[in-house]
């Protein structure tokens, strides 16, 4: 049966093998892990990928203005202002607190580009304005149901969690909702980098469940076997 399931490949050289060929299509997938793990760069070859064969995206950035982000993925040969240009792009810049309606703007922006690959980067500042934890998690939980259902796109969602975290996500519920869970986790000792990648879930999937090393090349990232 799971050949029948239809893919969206990632965009990680490595990774699909490890996930029947992708991400299942349509699907809500949560990317969490430390700060500097490489959440925006993976969330930026996923999007890539869909450019590359001419597939609208959207990459809603919450946490770096558009430029930066930009030049950050820039050095990974990764031009988005080129499919921008072409209308097939949009990198917007939402601060939650200022945007009331947050899943309407987000519907608002696949609507314009007919997107299908939606990228919000990240979850964890949704919430930093908000006071009350019950409700922080109500908004998150109405914004990934909504996506989920309306957006007609294949997610990516990231959320930056501490070091000493013991959940999977900044405000503990992400992961219980989204289809598919998967983790960075970087290590820096001197000299010494050591970057690697697991997926702690994936609904419909057969996934490889070993800590995979992960390199970045010049193309970004990428999932070596060990
Ligand atoms: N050209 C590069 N070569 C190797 N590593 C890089 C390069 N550019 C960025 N990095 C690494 O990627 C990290 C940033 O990745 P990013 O996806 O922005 O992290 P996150 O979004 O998880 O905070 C940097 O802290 C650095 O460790
Ligand atoms: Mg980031």
Redesign the pocket.
């Known amino acids: 049966m799971a050949a029948t399931i239809p893919r969206v490949t990632s965009g990680i050289p490595g990774l699909d093998p490890l996930i029947q060929g992708g991400f299942v299509r349509n699907s809500v997938n949560l990317v969490t892990?430390g700060?500097?793990?490489?959440?925006?760069?993976?969330a930026a070859q996923f999007l890539w990928e869909g450019l590359k064969k001419g597939e609208p995206g959207v990459y809603i950035t919450m946490e770096e203005h558009p430029d930066d982000l930009k030049m950050?993925v820039a050095?990974f040969g990764m031009d988005f202002s080129k499919y921008e240009k072409q209308g097939i792009c949009s990198i917007d810049y939402f601060d939650p607190a200022q945007v009331n309606n947050l899943a309407a703007a987000i519907l608002n922006s696949i609507k314009t580009i007919g997107a299908k690959r939606l990228v919000i980067d990240s979850t964890s500042v949704i919430g930093l304005t908000i006071e009350n934890e019950m409700m922080i998690r109500r908004k998150l939980l109405s914004l990934i149901d909504a996506v989920k259902r309306q957006s007609k796109c294949t997610v990516l969602l990231?959320t930056?969690i501490t070091e000493d975290s013991k959940g999977l996500s900044r405000w503990g519920v992400e992961e219980f909702v989204v289809d598919s869970v998967i983790v960075?986790n970087y290590l820096g000792i001197g000299e010494e980098t050591n970057r690697s990648l697991s997926v702690r879930k994936m609904r419909r999937t057969k996934h490889g469940t070993d800590v995979y090393q992960l390199a970045?090349s010049n193309k970004g990232l990428i999932v070596k076997r060990m």
């Not at 700060?35 to 993976?42: A, N």
């Open positions: 892990g700060t500097g793990t490489g959440k925006t760069i993976l950050d050095q990231t930056e960075l970045i």
